[in-house]
Protein backbone atom coordinates (compact mmCIF):
# COMPACT_ATOMS: atom_id res chain seq x y z
CA UNK A 1 0.00 0.00 0.00
CA UNK A 2 2.85 2.21 -0.18
CA UNK A 3 3.78 1.27 -4.01
CA UNK A 4 2.14 2.84 -7.30
CA UNK A 5 -0.99 1.61 -8.76
CA UNK A 6 1.01 0.12 -11.05
CA UNK A 7 3.46 -2.03 -8.96
CA UNK A 8 0.39 -3.41 -6.51
CA UNK A 9 -0.95 -6.81 -7.96
CA UNK A 10 -4.61 -8.30 -7.19
CA UNK A 11 -3.98 -11.18 -4.64
CA UNK A 12 -1.83 -9.44 -2.84
CA UNK A 13 -2.40 -9.82 0.67
CA UNK A 14 -1.68 -8.41 4.33
CA UNK A 15 -2.54 -8.73 7.68
CA UNK A 16 -2.96 -5.40 9.85
CA UNK A 17 -2.32 -7.16 13.20
CA UNK A 18 -4.84 -7.53 15.93
CA UNK A 19 -6.95 -5.32 18.64
CA UNK A 20 -8.87 -6.23 21.71
CA UNK A 21 -12.29 -4.29 22.33
CA UNK A 22 -12.62 -3.14 26.42
CA UNK A 23 -15.67 -2.96 27.70
CA UNK A 24 -14.87 0.84 28.67
CA UNK A 25 -13.80 1.85 24.38
CA UNK A 26 -17.34 -0.05 23.74
CA UNK A 27 -19.41 2.20 25.63
CA UNK A 28 -16.58 5.49 25.36
CA UNK A 29 -18.01 5.21 21.31
CA UNK A 30 -21.29 3.90 21.76
CA UNK A 31 -22.10 7.00 23.89
CA UNK A 32 -20.57 9.61 21.19
CA UNK A 33 -21.53 8.17 17.94
CA UNK A 34 -24.12 4.95 18.29
CA UNK A 35 -26.16 5.29 21.80
CA UNK A 36 -28.69 2.26 21.11
CA UNK A 37 -29.12 0.29 24.35
CA UNK A 38 -26.77 -2.62 22.70
CA UNK A 39 -23.76 -1.04 22.86
CA UNK A 40 -24.22 0.82 26.04
CA UNK A 41 -24.82 -1.56 28.94
CA UNK A 42 -25.30 -5.43 29.70
CA UNK A 43 -28.55 -5.19 31.11
CA UNK A 44 -30.00 -3.69 28.27
CA UNK A 45 -28.24 -6.12 25.77
CA UNK A 46 -29.56 -8.96 27.58
CA UNK A 47 -33.08 -8.26 26.46
CA UNK A 48 -32.06 -8.37 23.16
CA UNK A 49 -30.82 -11.25 20.66
CA UNK A 50 -27.35 -10.07 21.18
CA UNK A 51 -27.43 -10.92 24.62
CA UNK A 52 -24.54 -9.18 25.85
CA UNK A 53 -22.50 -6.24 25.39
CA UNK A 54 -21.24 -5.93 22.26
CA UNK A 55 -19.11 -3.05 19.83
CA UNK A 56 -21.02 -0.64 17.50
CA UNK A 57 -20.00 -2.44 14.03
CA UNK A 58 -18.96 1.41 13.09
CA UNK A 59 -16.20 1.14 15.61
CA UNK A 60 -15.09 -2.29 14.51
CA UNK A 61 -15.13 -0.45 11.35
CA UNK A 62 -12.88 2.40 12.98
CA UNK A 63 -10.00 0.12 14.85
CA UNK A 64 -9.83 -1.74 10.70
CA UNK A 65 -8.79 1.67 9.83
CA UNK A 66 -6.52 2.71 12.47
CA UNK A 67 -4.49 -0.53 12.24
CA UNK A 68 -4.30 -0.01 8.51
CA UNK A 69 -2.82 3.31 8.37
CA UNK A 70 -0.69 2.22 11.59
CA UNK A 71 0.39 -0.29 8.97
CA UNK A 72 0.77 1.81 6.28
CA UNK A 73 3.09 4.26 8.17
CA UNK A 74 5.22 1.76 9.25
CA UNK A 75 5.95 0.73 5.60
CA UNK A 76 6.64 4.32 5.21
CA UNK A 77 9.05 4.92 7.71
CA UNK A 78 10.69 1.61 6.47
CA UNK A 79 10.98 2.45 2.99
CA UNK A 80 12.26 6.18 3.29
CA UNK A 81 14.96 4.98 5.82
CA UNK A 82 15.77 2.53 2.67
CA UNK A 83 15.56 5.67 0.36
CA UNK A 84 13.06 3.61 -1.14
CA UNK A 85 10.20 5.75 -3.21
CA UNK A 86 6.39 6.27 -1.02
CA UNK A 87 3.26 6.37 -3.45
CA UNK A 88 0.20 8.60 -2.39
CA UNK A 89 -2.65 7.11 -1.16
CA UNK A 90 -6.11 9.25 -1.23
CA UNK A 91 -9.16 9.37 0.13
CA UNK A 92 -11.81 6.85 -1.11
CA UNK A 93 -14.94 7.52 -2.40
CA UNK A 94 -16.96 4.54 -0.90
CA UNK A 95 -17.24 0.88 -0.14
CA UNK A 96 -19.64 -1.68 -0.71
CA UNK A 97 -21.23 -4.98 0.97
CA UNK A 98 -20.12 -3.79 4.21
CA UNK A 99 -21.11 -7.00 6.72
CA UNK A 100 -21.23 -7.46 10.44
CA UNK A 101 -21.67 -10.93 10.35
CA UNK A 102 -21.20 -11.58 14.19
CA UNK A 103 -21.26 -9.40 17.05
CA UNK A 104 -17.80 -8.15 18.77
CA UNK A 105 -18.05 -8.62 22.79
CA UNK A 106 -15.68 -7.19 25.39
CA UNK A 107 -12.71 -8.67 25.77
CA UNK A 108 -13.13 -10.03 21.80
CA UNK A 109 -9.54 -10.52 19.60
CA UNK A 110 -9.86 -9.07 16.07
CA UNK A 111 -7.44 -9.72 13.52
CA UNK A 112 -7.92 -7.64 10.06
CA UNK A 113 -6.63 -8.70 6.97
CA UNK A 114 -6.86 -6.92 3.52
CA UNK A 115 -6.45 -8.35 -0.07
CA UNK A 116 -6.25 -6.67 -3.34
CA UNK A 117 -9.15 -8.06 -5.72
CA UNK A 118 -9.05 -5.38 -8.16
CA UNK A 119 -7.53 -2.44 -9.91
CA UNK A 120 -9.24 0.87 -12.18
CA UNK A 121 -7.45 3.09 -14.17
CA UNK A 122 -9.18 6.68 -13.02
CA UNK A 123 -10.66 8.72 -16.02
CA UNK A 124 -11.19 11.63 -14.23
CA UNK A 125 -7.55 11.80 -12.40
CA UNK A 126 -5.46 10.46 -14.84
CA UNK A 127 -2.74 10.80 -11.89
CA UNK A 128 -4.68 8.02 -9.95
CA UNK A 129 -6.15 4.94 -10.23
CA UNK A 130 -8.27 2.85 -7.43
CA UNK A 131 -7.53 0.31 -6.08
CA UNK A 132 -10.12 -2.38 -4.70
CA UNK A 133 -9.74 -3.76 -1.61
CA UNK A 134 -11.83 -7.15 0.67
CA UNK A 135 -11.04 -6.94 4.10
CA UNK A 136 -11.82 -9.34 6.36
CA UNK A 137 -11.63 -9.06 10.21
CA UNK A 138 -11.76 -12.63 12.33
CA UNK A 139 -11.93 -13.07 16.45
CA UNK A 140 -10.11 -15.74 18.49
CA UNK A 141 -12.06 -18.19 17.75
CA UNK A 142 -11.28 -18.07 14.14
CA UNK A 143 -14.63 -16.99 13.15
CA UNK A 144 -15.24 -13.82 10.47
CA UNK A 145 -17.17 -11.34 12.22
CA UNK A 146 -16.58 -8.14 9.76
CA UNK A 147 -16.12 -7.70 5.91
CA UNK A 148 -15.82 -5.01 3.28
CA UNK A 149 -14.83 -4.36 -0.28
CA UNK A 150 -13.14 -1.25 -0.26
CA UNK A 151 -12.34 1.47 -3.19
CA UNK A 152 -9.53 3.81 -2.24
CA UNK A 153 -7.33 6.08 -4.72
CA UNK A 154 -3.28 5.20 -5.08
CA UNK A 155 -0.87 7.42 -7.20
CA UNK A 156 0.23 6.18 -10.20
CA UNK A 157 3.96 5.95 -10.83
CA UNK A 158 4.03 6.96 -14.57
CA UNK A 159 1.76 9.64 -13.94
CA UNK A 160 3.59 11.75 -11.46
CA UNK B 1 -44.92 7.58 26.61
CA UNK B 2 -45.83 6.37 23.08
CA UNK B 3 -45.03 2.91 21.94
CA UNK B 4 -41.69 2.09 20.59
CA UNK B 5 -41.85 2.15 16.42
CA UNK B 6 -41.80 -1.39 15.09
CA UNK B 7 -41.63 -3.64 11.85
CA UNK B 8 -45.21 -2.73 11.22
CA UNK B 9 -45.64 0.77 11.86
CA UNK B 10 -42.82 1.10 8.79
CA UNK B 11 -43.70 1.78 4.93
CA UNK B 12 -41.63 1.94 1.58
CA UNK B 13 -41.68 5.71 1.13
CA UNK B 14 -41.77 6.91 4.83
CA UNK B 15 -38.94 9.70 5.45
CA UNK B 16 -38.21 10.46 8.52
CA UNK B 17 -35.94 14.05 9.04
CA UNK B 18 -32.94 13.40 11.79
CA UNK B 19 -31.69 17.09 12.99
CA UNK B 20 -28.45 18.47 12.58
CA UNK B 21 -25.02 18.10 14.32
CA UNK B 22 -21.92 20.63 13.94
CA UNK B 23 -18.75 19.02 13.05
CA UNK B 24 -15.82 20.94 14.77
CA UNK B 25 -12.13 20.55 13.71
CA UNK B 26 -11.63 19.96 17.05
CA UNK B 27 -13.51 16.76 16.75
CA UNK B 28 -12.27 16.09 13.11
CA UNK B 29 -8.64 15.60 14.35
CA UNK B 30 -9.62 13.83 17.50
CA UNK B 31 -11.48 11.10 15.52
CA UNK B 32 -9.17 11.10 13.07
CA UNK B 33 -6.19 10.69 15.71
CA UNK B 34 -8.14 8.12 17.40
CA UNK B 35 -9.18 5.51 13.62
CA UNK B 36 -7.88 7.12 10.37
CA UNK B 37 -4.29 9.64 11.20
CA UNK B 38 -3.71 10.09 7.80
CA UNK B 39 -2.37 13.49 7.49
CA UNK B 40 -5.28 14.90 5.11
CA UNK B 41 -7.82 14.02 8.05
CA UNK B 42 -5.19 15.66 10.83
CA UNK B 43 -3.41 19.12 9.22
CA UNK B 44 -4.93 22.02 7.39
CA UNK B 45 -1.78 22.20 4.89
CA UNK B 46 -1.62 18.18 4.17
CA UNK B 47 -5.80 18.71 3.69
CA UNK B 48 -5.53 21.11 1.40
CA UNK B 49 -2.18 19.43 -0.95
CA UNK B 50 -4.64 16.77 -1.18
CA UNK B 51 -7.62 15.28 -3.58
CA UNK B 52 -9.91 16.63 -0.12
CA UNK B 53 -8.83 19.97 -0.59
CA UNK B 54 -8.92 21.01 2.88
CA UNK B 55 -8.61 19.99 6.47
CA UNK B 56 -11.82 16.99 6.33
CA UNK B 57 -13.55 14.52 7.91
CA UNK B 58 -12.50 10.89 8.21
CA UNK B 59 -15.44 8.91 6.01
CA UNK B 60 -15.81 6.63 9.10
CA UNK B 61 -16.17 9.83 11.54
CA UNK B 62 -19.16 10.74 8.73
CA UNK B 63 -21.18 7.35 9.14
CA UNK B 64 -20.79 7.37 12.74
CA UNK B 65 -22.40 10.77 12.90
CA UNK B 66 -25.09 9.77 10.85
CA UNK B 67 -24.87 6.67 13.24
CA UNK B 68 -25.99 8.82 15.74
CA UNK B 69 -28.36 11.23 13.90
CA UNK B 70 -30.35 7.55 13.35
CA UNK B 71 -30.16 6.16 16.39
CA UNK B 72 -31.46 9.37 18.53
CA UNK B 73 -33.54 10.29 15.52
CA UNK B 74 -35.19 6.76 14.87
CA UNK B 75 -34.25 3.43 16.23
CA UNK B 76 -33.62 4.08 20.05
CA UNK B 77 -37.51 4.84 20.14
CA UNK B 78 -38.38 1.47 17.90
CA UNK B 79 -38.04 -2.07 17.82
CA UNK B 80 -34.46 -2.53 15.98
CA UNK B 81 -32.30 -5.58 17.07
CA UNK B 82 -29.12 -4.57 15.20
CA UNK B 83 -27.90 -4.07 11.17
CA UNK B 84 -26.11 -7.11 9.35
CA UNK B 85 -24.39 -4.25 7.40
CA UNK B 86 -24.41 -1.83 5.11
CA UNK B 87 -24.76 -1.67 1.07
CA UNK B 88 -23.32 0.64 -1.17
CA UNK B 89 -21.72 3.50 0.79
CA UNK B 90 -20.62 6.49 -1.24
CA UNK B 91 -18.66 9.50 0.28
CA UNK B 92 -19.78 11.98 -2.35
CA UNK B 93 -18.30 15.30 -0.93
CA UNK B 94 -15.84 15.93 1.64
CA UNK B 95 -16.80 17.11 5.16
CA UNK B 96 -14.83 20.47 6.39
CA UNK B 97 -14.27 21.83 9.78
CA UNK B 98 -17.68 23.88 11.10
CA UNK B 99 -19.90 21.71 8.30
CA UNK B 100 -23.77 21.08 9.71
CA UNK B 101 -24.47 18.31 8.63
CA UNK B 102 -28.19 17.29 8.24
CA UNK B 103 -29.31 13.48 8.26
CA UNK B 104 -32.65 11.99 6.48
CA UNK B 105 -33.41 8.30 6.64
CA UNK B 106 -35.82 6.94 3.43
CA UNK B 107 -37.54 3.25 4.30
CA UNK B 108 -37.16 1.56 0.95
CA UNK B 109 -38.29 -2.18 1.84
CA UNK B 110 -39.79 -4.09 4.50
CA UNK B 111 -39.79 -8.19 4.44
CA UNK B 112 -40.76 -10.20 7.41
CA UNK B 113 -37.93 -12.99 8.53
CA UNK B 114 -39.68 -17.06 7.67
CA UNK B 115 -36.09 -17.78 9.74
CA UNK B 116 -36.53 -15.55 12.63
CA UNK B 117 -40.04 -14.92 13.76
CA UNK B 118 -41.15 -12.19 15.78
CA UNK B 119 -38.26 -10.04 13.80
CA UNK B 120 -38.63 -8.37 10.03
CA UNK B 121 -35.78 -6.69 8.11
CA UNK B 122 -36.52 -2.95 7.32
CA UNK B 123 -34.19 -1.42 4.52
CA UNK B 124 -33.33 2.05 4.94
CA UNK B 125 -31.49 4.15 2.94
CA UNK B 126 -29.27 7.17 4.94
CA UNK B 127 -28.81 10.33 3.21
CA UNK B 128 -26.42 13.05 5.00
CA UNK B 129 -25.95 16.67 3.29
CA UNK B 130 -24.18 19.61 4.62
CA UNK B 131 -25.17 23.12 5.01
CA UNK B 132 -25.36 23.70 1.29
CA UNK B 133 -27.39 21.30 0.83
CA UNK B 134 -24.70 19.08 -0.62
CA UNK B 135 -24.96 15.67 -0.34
CA UNK B 136 -22.21 14.16 1.21
CA UNK B 137 -22.64 10.48 1.73
CA UNK B 138 -24.96 7.75 1.02
CA UNK B 139 -25.78 4.34 2.06
CA UNK B 140 -28.49 1.57 2.20
CA UNK B 141 -28.71 0.18 6.01
CA UNK B 142 -31.10 -3.18 6.01
CA UNK B 143 -31.78 -3.65 10.07
CA UNK B 144 -33.78 -6.26 12.25
CA UNK B 145 -36.94 -5.41 14.08
CA UNK B 146 -39.28 -6.72 16.10
CA UNK B 147 -42.51 -6.93 14.20
CA UNK B 148 -44.42 -5.43 17.28
CA UNK B 149 -43.90 -3.37 20.08
CA UNK B 150 -44.49 -4.92 23.35
CA UNK B 151 -47.11 -3.12 24.58
CA UNK B 152 -49.50 -3.05 21.50
Known amino acids: ?160 | MTAPLAFVDFTPGQVFELGSYEVSREEIIEFASEFDPQPFHLDEEAGAASILGGLAASGWHTASITMRLLALGVLNSSTCQGSPGIEKLLWRKPVYAGDVLTARMEILAVRPLRSKPGLGMITMRLETMNQSGAMVMTYENPALFGMRSNNT
Open chain 1, 1 to 160: MIRYFEDIAIGDEMELGSHTFSREEIIRFAEKYDPQPYHLSDAAAARTHFGKLCASGWQTAGIFMRLLVQKKQALEAEAKAQGNPVALTGPSPGLEDLKWIKPVFVGDTISYRRIVSGKTESKSRPEWGLIHGENHGINQNGESVFFFKSNVFQQRRDRR
